[in-house]
């Protein structure tokens, strides 16, 4: 296997078991999340907050709703994998394991950092890594058959972005709705995101809207987020709408997790002339990771998931 899609490795941990029906008892007033009537507990998330090093308040309300995401979608892929029939033999786990520990060690010329010492950097363990890796390789034995060259021509094709290097130059105006909790306060967010496209349709300089109302700190320079390229750290609808727009266009609002944007393509440069054959192992690698995001996505929907 060349490459894996590692999920991130924030993964489950096994759950206390009561042995007495009063540990039951008291387990059951610290409950945080069910999932499909599995439970998460309190104590789990304790735990893993505990392996990380910044206790800025705001930093760890943030880091403890990322690790109950991803206990969640722990127990929806196990569930998945185990319904699917999907084995993956310990040897599979610690040869796909040796295999980053060699990547790691050539790579670096310097000081020799472990794999283990990366994962404490970010919080994490090896048998933590090691539940992500069997994951990673569950689901590319799920999807091999999927992804056939008519599938990957086509994925090809449609995200050619992606593959030849293009990237655009953009700005941005941002309304933050990260700490809005009402649908009152997200409304009045999208009237104002609104409001401020319709001064920019009638003349107002983009860059000075930016300075005047965005909530990013890019704000001061009008907004400019420099060059990006298709397949980066920005939210998919975020990138979705930059690479449809021509330059001087300015986007219609988009909403991504922190709020609402509106978009500008400043300038763009044109990727390379590529083919498919050229390309395919990438394309099949990025269309592997298309298809589990969408994945996780349907067992997301279709889950019965109750927060405490």
């Excluded at 924030?10 to 206390?16: D, E, K, M, Q, R």
């Excluded at 409950?31 to 507990?41: D, E, L, M, P, Y």
């Excluded at 649908?183 to 995101?193: D, F, H, K, T």
């Excluded at 001061?220 to 021509?246: H, P």
Aim: aromatic fraction near 6%.
């Amino acid at each position: 296997m060349s490459k894996l899609f590692v999920l991130p490795v924030c993964l489950v941990l096994a759950f206390l078991q009561p042995h007495t029906f009063s540990a039951e008892k008291e387990q059951s007033g610290n409950i945080v999340a069910t999932v499909n009537g599995k439970i998460i507990t309190n104590e789990v998330l304790i735990h893993r907050l505990k392996m990380f090093t910044d206790t800025n308040p705001e930093t760890v309300a943030a880091r403890r709703q990322e690790i109950l995401d991803q206990l969640v979608t722990d127990i929806l892929l196990d569930e998945f994998i185990d319904k699917q029939g999907l084995i993956v033999s310990q040897a599979e786990i610690e040869r796909e394991v040796d295999q980053i520990r060699n990547t790691i060690n050539s790579n670096q010329k310097n000081a020799i950092q472990s794999l283990e010492q990366i994962l404490a950097s970010i919080g994490s363990n090896i048998d933590e890594f090691k539940k992500s890796v069997k994951y990673s390789i569950a689901l590319e034995m799920y999807f091999h058959n999927k992804l056939d060259d008519k599938t990957l021509k086509k994925y090809f094709d449609e995200n050619k972005s992606v593959f030849n290097g293009e990237t655009v130059k953009v700005s941005h105006i941002l309304i933050d709705t990260r700490n809005m909790k009402t649908e009152e306060e997200l409304s009045r967010a999208l009237e104002q995101i609104k409001t401020i496209k319709r001064e920019i349709d009638r003349g107002i300089p983009f860059d000075e809207n930016a300075k005047r109302y965005s909530n990013c700190p890019s704000a001061q320079n009008g907004g400019d987020l420099g060059f990006i390229q298709r397949k980066g750290t920005f939210a998919k609808s975020f990138l979705d709408a930059a690479f449809l727009l021509k330059v001087g266009q300015v986007s219609e609002p988009v909403q991504t997790e922190y709020g609402y944007h509106l978009i500008k393509v400043t300038d763009k440069k044109e990727g390379d002339n590529i083919q498919f054959n050229d390309m395919k192992e990438k394309v099949r690698l990025e269309a592997l990771d298309a298809e589990i995001l969408n994945l996780l996505d349907r067992l997301h929907k279709e889950a019965k998931i109750v927060l405490h």
